[in-house]
């Protein structure tokens, strides 16, 4: 009896094992159990081609919108877009890092504060509220920065240094600082998620699962500067590797004639490990249509976001809103 009753003891053990050993086979790609945070600080990017140029200097901001700013990070300072302080000083202001798409940093002109079409609104415009402050920053080899272009990872630590720089404002709640990012910017707002534990919450619109599907699906408009013969290079740049890392209740979404089917796949991971990750495909939304009416609706969200814990969530009536107020595509 009691050998008996050791192996029933056992067993239990066996077979759990067994069937968290099923479920990771079940997933089509290898999901890392290692910290992103200490993955990134271990591995040395090997970067072969330093041919990218950035934008140059950034345009000159009118002050009443933006300062040009300077943030330290590993390399040396980086140039940033800063709103100007809130008028009430008695208080502290929630703030929101916007990471812009695209390739090359935050221009040479007066993108950011000029118009721009309510259908591809990429300005981060609806963030420029009396209640917030806003931070467009750019990175490692970017404009005029010192560093090398490293495509998806080094400006994940950047992208840190910026969060750290704001929270040290004197009328910046250092417990109610967002990110936000569209496209390249969205990839790098998921793979910040897995590295910084310090954002409230995080917003990812249409960023990519993955880097190799990426770069197998078309050409970039720019070159891939480190060595892609190596597949640790693509793995330690593709967010869905990761997701065991993600530290802040996080949020993607992406138009449905747009989005990536393989994050159908990554929702059933988020729910089956319980990952503060949450996936939304927007009906008759595209890459660039869903950014106008949904970066104003997670305005409102980070406005009311005043609890002790973050309260973000996202209902049918709020995809009934976006619906009605979703521009047509291009």
Known sequence: MKQSYQWFKIFPVIFSFLLIACDED???????????????????TNIIDESFIGDGEPGIPPKDIFSLVHYPAENGNMAAYLTPQPEKTDKKYPAVIWL????????????????????????ASAFRHDDLVLMIPSFRGENVNPGKYEMFFGEIRDIESARQ???????????????????????????????SKGFRAVFSLGGIPDLKLRLDYAP??????????????????????????IKSPTFYFEGEYSYWNEFDE?????????????????????????????????????????????????SEHDFMWLQHNLPESD
């Open 26 to 44: 079940s997933y089509s790609f290898e999901l890392s159990k290692d910290d992103y945070t200490q993955i990134h600080k271990k591995f040395k």
């Open 100 to 123: 812009t798409g695209g390739y090359g940093g935050i221009g040479n002109d007066d993108f950011f504060w000029s118009e721009q079409p309510y259908n591809n609104d990429q300005s």
């Open 165 to 195: 720089y704001l929270m040290k404002l004197p009328y910046v709640d250092p417990s109610r600082i967002y990110l936000a990012g569209h496209s390249t910017g969205g990839t790098r707002a998921l793979l910040a998620s897995e590295y």
């Open 220 to 245: 970039v408009p720019v070159t891939v500067p480190f060595n892609q013969n190596n597949p640790e290079e693509l793995e330690v740049r593709s967010p869905r590797k990761f997701l065991n890392s």
């Open 266 to 314: 990554i929702k059933k991971i988020v729910k089956d490990k319980n990952i503060p990750l949450s996936i939304y495909s927007i009906k008759n939304g595209d890459h660039f249509n869903i950014i106008s009416p949904l970066t104003s609706l997670i305005v409102e969200k980070i406005l009311h976001d005043t609890g002790d814990k973050v309260n973000i969530n996202f």
